[in-house]
């Protein structure tokens, strides 16, 4: 739990730190930091990377650089399709809706699998994993549906952390939440970073 609790501060500066059209984090450690990220993952002790995913869709781009490297044995995301359900069930809307369009067209950068193609799951979480993942939240987090069920969001986020996590926040993570206030950003943009930040933390997307 202490590492949960510590990480949304992390993860807050990672999100400002990229821009967060890329990406955000959940907490670097200095044994990470040596080994660059390898030393381990979620896949099971020993296990080599898989070889890269096939995107969805016509052209996703160049793939994001990756500003920070991540202890790949720090999580093992929940499987994307039990992700795309807390998220509608978050906003009170069908997979369907359009909000979820972008999540749906990187959803094999984000982990799911497609057996009949050779694509097997990958449920590890990684930079390059958070930077897809927040650029596909981006529509959630704007959209009206999510402004609508977290009108207070900016002056209260324990509903959307309750809600979203299955349990009650921290005072230090309300608290760090609380920083994004002072980014001189329009409202709309720090509803969206403090949602983004909270749907991006290890209590909603890993086991």
């Not at 999100?15 to 080994?35: E, K, P, R």
């Not at 660059?36 to 995913?53: C, I, K, L, S």
């Not at 990958?122 to 390059?128: M, Y």
């Amino acid at each position: 739990m202490a590492k949960r609790t510590h990480s949304i501060s992390e993860l807050l500066a990672g999100l400002l730190a990229v821009g967060l059209a890329s990406g955000c984090y959940t907490g670097v450690d200095a044994h990470s930091q040596q080994s660059g990220g390898d030393a381990g993952n979620g896949a099971g002790e020993g296990a080599e990377d898989p070889p890269p995913r096939v995107p969805s869709g016509d052209d996703q781009g160049e793939e994001p650089d990756e500003p920070f490297s991540v202890p790949s044995d720090e999580a093992r995301l929940l499987p994307f399709p039990v992700r795309m359900q807390n998220l509608a069930d978050l906003t009170g809307q069908q997979l369907d809706h359009p909000m979820f369009l972008e999540l749906q067209e990187l959803r094999f950068q984000l982990g799911d699998h497609d057996f009949a193609s050779g694509v097997a799951p990958d449920l590890r979480w990684s930079a390059e994993k958070m930077q897809y993942w927040v650029r596909g939240l981006r529509p959630v987090c704007s959209s009206a549906p999510m402004q609508e069920a977290f009108p207070d969001l900016l002056t209260d986020p324990r509903p959307l952390m309750r809600q979203a996590w299955g349990h009650e926040p921290a005072a230090e993570e309300v608290e760090a939440l609380a920083d994004l206030l002072t980014v001189e950003v329009p409202p709309e943009e720090q509803f969206m970073l403090t949602c983004a930040a909270i749907l991006t933390s290890l209590d909603f997307v890993s086991i």
